[in-house]
């Protein structure tokens, strides 16, 4: 990287893969619709058996996919990744036995599943969950340089690291002006 420009432009280079960012945008997204649509059809037909199922399983698979999503944008490691699709199927299992039982043996029934599936996809979405808060605790910002900032300057072939601390960093940035003297600044010190 030959000028802080190349660092903060909008270019996709790097870990940041634009499928990743708009597919997971796009299960966010659809995971919040989903959970709109089913207090919408909730909402309107509150007495119907029917629509309270279809609003549940809409809403018990928007969940997982808004917990899904939000993995898939953020720069998490396998085993994160891995933690919330086994937490998503966890709770999709739940939804498929909501759906099942639903409203035979729900409740009052001589052999009720209704705290079992509840129980089913809470699991999944509490582990699911848990692995989302592990992947954004460790989502380290770039603008946040931990002590010291290092930057490495090629310049006619050859190469120079710097060091500055940071608050050195942070008043230099903060002066403004161009990337290049931004550069000379950093190399005098």
Excluded at 49 to 75: D, F, H
């Amino acid at each position: 990287m030959t000028s802080l420009d190349e660092a903060y432009s909008q270019d996709w280079t790097g870990d940041r893969n634009p499928r990743r960012v708009v597919g997971g945008l796009a299960l966010v997204g659809a995971g919040i619709v989903a959970v709109m649509i089913a207090m919408v059809l909730v909402g309107l037909q509150g007495d119907s058996t029917v629509a309270k199922r279809y609003g549940g399983v809409i809403a018990g698979l928007g969940i997982p996919a808004l917990l899904l999503g939000v993995v898939v944008v953020l720069p998490a490691s396998n085993r994160t990744r891995l933690g919330v699709v086994f937490g998503t199927v966890i709770a999709s299992t739940g939804v498929f036995l909501f759906w099942n039982v639903y409203p035979d043996r729900w409740t009052r029934t001589a052999e009720p599943l209704a705290f079992e599936t509840t129980m089913l996809y809470g699991v999944g979405c509490v582990v699911a969950l848990a692995f989302v808060f592990s992947a954004i605790a460790s989502f380290r910002l770039r603008n946040n340089p931990q002590g010291t900032v290092r930057l490495e300057v090629v310049r006619q072939g050859e190469t120079r690291t710097v060091e500055v601390s940071n608050e050195q960093y942070r008043q230099m940035v903060n002066d403004g002006g161009q990337a290049e003297q931004l550069l000379r600044e950093i190399e005098d010190q």
